[in-house]
């Protein structure tokens, strides 16, 4: 949804991809330490493996048994060029959601987020 995890802001994306360090109304820090993004990174794979093979296999099944082997390759390198653009800001924003119930931010003024 490009909001924050944590109170539900929308202002937390400078750009499609790029969000902003924390969230202007609660201070959430977004990147606790250095390759804090590598799950949304995996996140990202994962759905988009998932869908690829989902779509490969469900077309061959279909057409089977003579596949558009043609067709079915066109489809899945724009599957797999496009989904990981379009998906990548909700990986980003689920994965610090999955981080937050993990890991709750400090409510008690503490360094990561400010009384709310």
Same mark, same amino acid.
């Given at each position: 949804?490009?909001? /924050?995890? $944590?109170?539900?802001?929308?202002?937390?994306? %400078?750009?499609?991809? +790029?969000?902003?360090? %924390? /969230? !202007? @109304? /609660?201070? *959430? +820090? &977004?990147?606790?330490?250095?390759? &804090?993004? *590598?799950?949304?990174?995996?996140? $990202?794979? @994962?759905? @988009?493996? =998932?869908?690829?093979? @989902?779509?490969?296999?469900?077309? =061959?099944?279909?057409?089977? !048994?003579? !596949?558009?082997?043609?067709?079915?390759? #066109?489809?899945?390198?724009?599957? $797999? *060029?496009?989904?990981?653009?379009?998906? &990548?800001?909700?990986? +980003?924003?689920?994965?610090?959601?999955?981080?937050?119930? #993990?890991?709750?931010?400090?409510?008690?003024?503490?360094?990561?987020? +400010?009384?709310?």
């Amino acid at each position: 949804m490009r909001r /924050c995890p $944590n109170c539900g802001h929308r202002g937390v994306f %400078q750009s499609w991809g +790029k969000m902003v360090d %924390q /969230c !202007p @109304t /609660c201070d *959430l +820090k &977004y990147e606790r330490e250095e390759g &804090y993004w *590598l799950g949304a990174v995996l996140i $990202n794979t @994962t759905i @988009t493996i =998932a869908l690829f093979l @989902t779509a490969m296999v469900a077309w =061959a099944l279909v057409t089977w !048994p003579d !596949p558009p082997w043609t067709a079915m390759t #066109a489809m899945g390198i724009v599957i $797999n *060029l496009l989904v990981p653009l379009l998906f &990548y800001p909700l990986s +980003k924003t689920l994965w610090v959601a999955i981080e937050i119930s #993990a890991h709750p931010p400090i409510a008690t003024g503490g360094p990561e987020v +400010k009384n709310s």
